[in-house]
Each structure stands twice: as C-alpha cells, then as structure tokens.
C-alpha cells in the first residue's frame, strides 16, 4: 500500500457494468452477478446503439407507409396496393423482435425478480401493439398500431442507450480484493525455504516473510520483529510494531524485519476471505432496491393491465362488437406506455452525472445516486477521508534556546536518511519540502526500541522516543506536547535535549467546511477508525463531529452502519480503504474517496476525484435538484396518460369523442418534447 496515493484510478472510468442493480432493468435480460467484465457495460451500450439505429432505419419506410401517418400529411401513397399491410406487418415484426429483444427478454428477469418495472411496462405495451396489428393484418376488423409501436421501441431504446452511458458501470470489488491477498508463501521446511500457493499451506506451517512482503496468511508470530503496515485492514497510520507471540493478517504488509509465522486460518476462515462475504452478502442486499423510473413503471403497467381488461370487459357486457372492444383495450394498453417516460429520466441522468462529473463526482449506483437526497447522517472514515492518511511533521522546534528551530529538522534528517522507520519517512519529506541541506552522518546505529545515535558534525546526536526521555528522566518543556493526537520524537545533542518534531496524521484543509456545511444542512456527522481512542477524540474535537467510535474493524463499521439504519438513520459511509469496503457496501449511499484504494473505489456508489470531503455537501444538494427534476417529468409524461386513456377508453362515446390515434399520437410527441426541454432545464439550475 505505499503507493497508497499514486494509484489515481484507472479503474473506474473504464466502465464495468452496473451491478450494484444486478440485472438492472435498463440491462434487459443479462442478469449478472458482482464478478464481471469490464467490457461488459461497453457491450451492453453498443448492442443498444446498434439495435436504435437499425430500428430506426427499418422505422422510416413503417412511418411512409402507415395509412395513419399519410391521412395527418394528407398524400397517398400506394407501392403494391394489396400488399402494403403485409410489407408493414413484415418491417414491424423485425423492429418488434430485434429492437424490442432487450424488453422482452428484460420482463422476464424483472418478473424472476418478483419486480415488475420499466421493462415489464414497454414489453407489455410493444406486445400488446404487436399482436393486435398483426391480427388486423390477417383480417380482424380494426386499425394497425405499426407505426406507434416502432416509434416506442426506438424511443425507449434511445433512452436506455443514453442513460447506460451515462452511468458510470461497476464492481469488480470482490476481483480487486482477492488480488489483494498474496498468491505464495515461502514455507520453511527442515532449513529450507521452498515457495509454494498459499492455498496448498495448512495450519501450523511455517512461512518465512521478508522485509517489503506482503504477509501471506493470518498467522503468529514465532520468530523476528518489524513494523507491519496494517492500514488496509485497521485504517491505523501508523505501522505497528510486531514481535514474537504476536498475530498478524494475511495482506497487511511487512516493514524492515524478516518475520518467521506460523499459520492459523487459512481460506475461508482467513481475515479478508471474511471481509470479501461481507461485501458479497451487503452487495447482493443493495441490488434489490428499484430506482424512481422502475417504482413508477411498476404502477403504470398495472393501470395499463387493469384499464386495458376492464375496458374490453365493460364495452362486451355494453353489447359492443368484439372488434371494436378489442381495439379500444389495444389503444388503451399502448397509450398507458408514454414514449415521453422512456426519456423523462434517462435524460435527467444523463445531465446530472455529466454535472456531477464535471464536479468530481463519479456516479456508480444510479439508485444511490437519487437516494442521496434522504441522507440524515454521515459516517466518516479517518484516515484518508478526513485526514490526508500520511504520517507527516506538524510541528517542530528546539529546545535548547537555538532561534533557528530548522535546526532540529537538519540533525534528525541527517540521521533518519540512514533509518527505514516509519516515521523517518515522514520526517524525510518534512526536510525536501523545506529544501535542507544535511550535513554526513557517521558511526550510525540504533538505540534499540528508543531510536537511533549518530555523530554528526562532529556531535554525538541522537532522535529518541518519549520513553527514553522518561527514563532517562530528561526535563521536556510543556511547550513539545499538544494534543494526544501526536507522535513527538526528541533530538539531543551531547545528551542534551535541542528540540522536539511532532508527527500525526494531518485533517485535510477542506474537512472542516465540509462538516460544518453538512451540519448546517441539519446532518449527522460521525467518524468511525481503525485508530486509537487518542486520536480520533483529538480528530472529532478539532472538526467537531457529533461523535466517534475509535478502534473499529471492518466487521465492527459494518455492524455500526447496520445499527445506525436500524434507528431509523439513511446512513452515508464514506471511506477510503479495504477497511471500509464492508461498510461502504452496506450503507445507503457508499461514498469512497478518490485518493485511495481502488477496492474502496469498486464498492462504493459515488466517488469523490477530488479527494474532497466537502463535495459530498454538493451531492446532497444536487441529489435533491436531481429528483425533482425527475418527478417533474414524470408528471409531464404521465400527465399526457391522465388525460388521453379513458378518452381512448371510450367515457365519453355518448358524446361522441373518442381520441382518434391521430390526436394520441399528437399528444404523445408532445409530452416527449416537453420532457427533453425540461431535463436540460438542470443544466441551468446547476450551473446558476
């Protein structure tokens, strides 16, 4: 995890499919689980490119021919006067079969899930047209609905076409964090060391981990000491000492030490093998949420099946031809599926992730993404979300009376150039940011478990831990210590103290508006890290969130999210490592941050680029524009069905009306123009 920071993502422009909807209606009839291919959504959006354009070609000729068509531009036109049906009936049925294919293959997914919606909708409607046509065709008496059946079909793949580009596809998160685990081990048999799967060792085997490995398998140790980053599992900064007797986690990665480890779990019992089921199992939950388009289409096709069977019953008990109540539940069962709803919220989508985009965020999850508007509280990881998750120098100073506080910087980083500590990294990138000169360090050796000594400049100069000033009881002046949340290292010079150089894991500029925004907007905001008591109480006071919980692991954030929603609170996680992989899944609306790992990346629904706490502010609020925006076309799109289905229906036969597919198809062009106008109506919202 050192190149924690450089790894911006390429992963998630790349477009894999969406599965946090699994077989998400828009993605007709490919149900498909967490595990799939990048390619995947690509394929998916040329199939729909290529299925529109071919539709719409065979459309034009359906369009010239349809007798309906050439009686509103008043021409005749006849190419083989008897013939002329059936070359519509033909050009009909391919559009029908090859556009509509992902629609209809779409209902039979939708209808496994117990979850009728926007594909059950256009399939029952496109059938509907299809076979009533085809029975006028062949000689039921009545008039064909070709034409308005190939308009919905190209409209509606139009407007799964643009909405599956515009969603960000995803979650290869489970692939990612199997990559994480390390695939061989060095076993140590009878002297020897021999390499062999990590899947092949059992328990109680000795494995040998050199220094900068990653630590194959959960284990104990027997023999050596080092310091072992264990940020991807506990979100702690800071690397932590290991020696004998103490257990380590299978992917965490070894410092400076060779470890000899004997194995305790391996496979499914090992630590992440857990992790990896909780993400599946919070995956797996998250898939079954609908978003707006879907809730609505459920309704409208039951309207549609109820108003359809009730018209033909009541004009059949009226006395009425069969003929004619067979048209006027045909008429009504297409009327009821408006071309306008297949773009009312492809639309919006498509304007609102390039916005979001533009503003750094990537939208992963559409669901989430309109669910972020009911967010009531923020979960925030520590490390990398709140802080920058690097252990850095925040403050320094002599104190031996030297005005030149530098000073200290110099003689420390002159020995720690020489040291692998993780703090020497810190202090390291301390000195090339204030561009020192360090002088040479001679006779270099460590002062075990209490720092290191050197000569320099012909001094003896020493950097020590707190312990070695309390047990050399040294006299440190108040002004070394801050707050808790601080590793304060000591130089000496000659044994005599000369200054102090505090490290800790800095809070990112932009986290203390981005708290007081959300909290001005009347939300919750806790914290939730793998780090100690100390430093998450000196965290939470200093941005002053409504609470933490310090100490925590994956299993634990996941337990607390879970805890959080069951109080009734519509949870935000945001998080930026492995740890957070669970919880991110599990929450409402997953957030995960730019700068970190890729796996937090993969399971989450948004990710903030930009590394940015306050974006998240942004979210919400334009979460909440977004919505209305999408409700406002609904009302317009389904408005148009208010009024023409019980006029299609027939109500108002006695008086004589009764909407002629002419003027239904008026009104129909109508509402899609309204719709479009509208939705790019949020540009303009957004960009005031």
């Not at 023999?223 to 299978?250: C, F, L, Q, W, Y």
């Not at 003929?323 to 919006?348: D, K, N, Q, S, Y």
């Not at 100073?397 to 020489?418: I, T």
Request: proline share 3%; hydrophobic share 45%.
């Amino acid at each position: 995890m050192e190149q924690h920071h450089q790894h911006e993502h390429k992963s998630h422009h790349s477009g894999h499919d969406d599965s946090s909807h699994d077989s998400d209606s828009h993605h007709g009839g490919h149900g498909h689980g967490s595990h799939d291919h990048t390619g995947h959504h690509a394929m998916m959006i040329k199939d729909f490119r290529k299925r529109f354009w071919v539709s719409l070609l065979i459309t034009l000729p359906i369009l010239v021919l349809s007798p309906m068509i050439q009686d509103i531009m008043g021409y005749s036109l006849e190419i083989f006067p008897a013939f002329d049906k059936y070359i519509l009936f033909a050009l009909s049925t391919v559009v029908f079969f090859y556009g509509g294919w992902p629609f209809l293959t779409g209902i039979v997914d939708e209808l496994k899930k117990k979850q009728p919606g926007m594909m059950t909708l256009i399939a029952v409607a496109i059938t509907v047209a299809w076979g009533y046509s085809s029975a006028t065709t062949f000689g039921v008496e009545g008039s064909t609905f070709f034409w308005e059946l190939v308009t919905l079909i190209d409209i509606m793949l139009l407007g799964h076409w643009i909405e599956m580009k515009s969603v960000l596809g995803a979650s290869r998160s489970l692939q990612k964090l199997v990559e994480m685990m390390p695939s061989e081990a060095h076993l140590l048999k009878n002297g020897e060391t021999v390499d062999i799967k990590v899947d092949r060792l059992e328990k109680d085997n000795r494995v040998l981990v050199r220094p900068g490995e990653k630590i194959p398998v959960d284990g104990e140790i027997i023999d050596g000491e080092s310091h072992v980053n264990e940020s991807m599992v506990t979100g702690e900064a800071r690397p932590v000492k290991k020696a004998k007797d103490d257990k380590v986690i299978g992917g965490t990665i070894n410092g400076n030490g060779s470890l000899t480890v004997s194995v305790k779990q391996v496979g499914e019992d090992a630590y992440l093998s857990k992790v990896i089921g909780m993400v599946r199992e919070a995956q797996n939950k998250k898939s079954k949420t609908q978003n707006l388009a879907d809730r609505i289409a459920f309704w409208l096709t039951i309207v549609a099946l109820t108003v359809g069977v009730g018209t033909l019953v009541t004009w059949l008990a009226l006395g009425k031809p069969f003929v004619f109540a067979l048209e006027r539940m045909a008429t009504v069962m297409v009327i009821t599926c408006p071309h306008a709803l297949g773009l009312a919220v492809p639309l919006v989508v498509a304007i609102s992730t390039a916005i979001s985009a533009q503003r750094g965020l990537l939208i992963r999850n559409r669901t989430a993404f309109e669910n972020s508007r009911r967010i009531t509280m923020l979960a925030f990881d520590k490390t990398g979300t709140l802080t920058k998750g690097n252990f850095g120098v925040t403050r320094y100073g002599s104190l031996d009376g030297n005005p030149d506080d530098s000073q200290v910087l110099r003689l420390a980083g002159a020995l720690e150039g020489k040291s692998e500590h993780p703090l020497a990294i810190g202090i390291m990138e301390k000195v090339r940011q204030e561009q020192i000169d360090l002088p040479e360090a001679e006779n270099f050796r460590a002062i075990t478990g209490e720092g290191i000594e050197a000569e320099v400049e012909n001094k003896k100069v020493q950097v020590v831990s707190p312990g070695y000033v309390k047990e050399n009881s040294i006299e440190v002046p108040g002004k070394a210590y801050k707050n808790e949340a601080e590793t304060v290292v000591f130089v000496m010079v000659e044994d005599k103290l000369a200054g102090f150089i505090a490290m800790a894991d800095e809070i990112r500029e932009e986290s203390y508006e981005a708290v007081k925004t959300l909290k001005n907007n009347g939300l919750k905001v806790y914290m939730m890290t793998g780090d100690n008591e100390k430093v998450a109480k000196s965290v939470s006071d200093e941005l002053g969130l409504d609470g933490y919980f310090a100490g925590i692991l994956p299993d634990r954030k996941l337990e607390k999210v879970k805890e959080f929603q069951r109080n009734g609170e519509f949870v935000a996680m945001t998080g930026d490592g492995i740890n957070d992989a669970p919880a991110l899944a599990t929450a409402d609306v997953g957030i995960a941050v730019g700068s970190g790992t890729d796996i937090a990346a993969e399971t989450a629904d948004i990710i903030l680029v930009n590394s940015n706490p306050g974006d998240i502010a942004s979210l919400i609020l334009f979460g909440k524009a977004t919505y209305k925006k999408m409700i406002q076309n609904f009302i317009w799109a389904t408005g148009y069905n208010v009024v023409a289905i019980p006029l299609a229906a027939g109500v108002l036969l006695s008086a004589g009306i009764l909407i002629s597919p002419a003027l239904g198809a008026v009104l129909m062009s109508l509402s899609t123009i309204i719709v479009a106008i509208n939705a790019q109506l949020l540009k303009r919202k957004m960009q005031a």
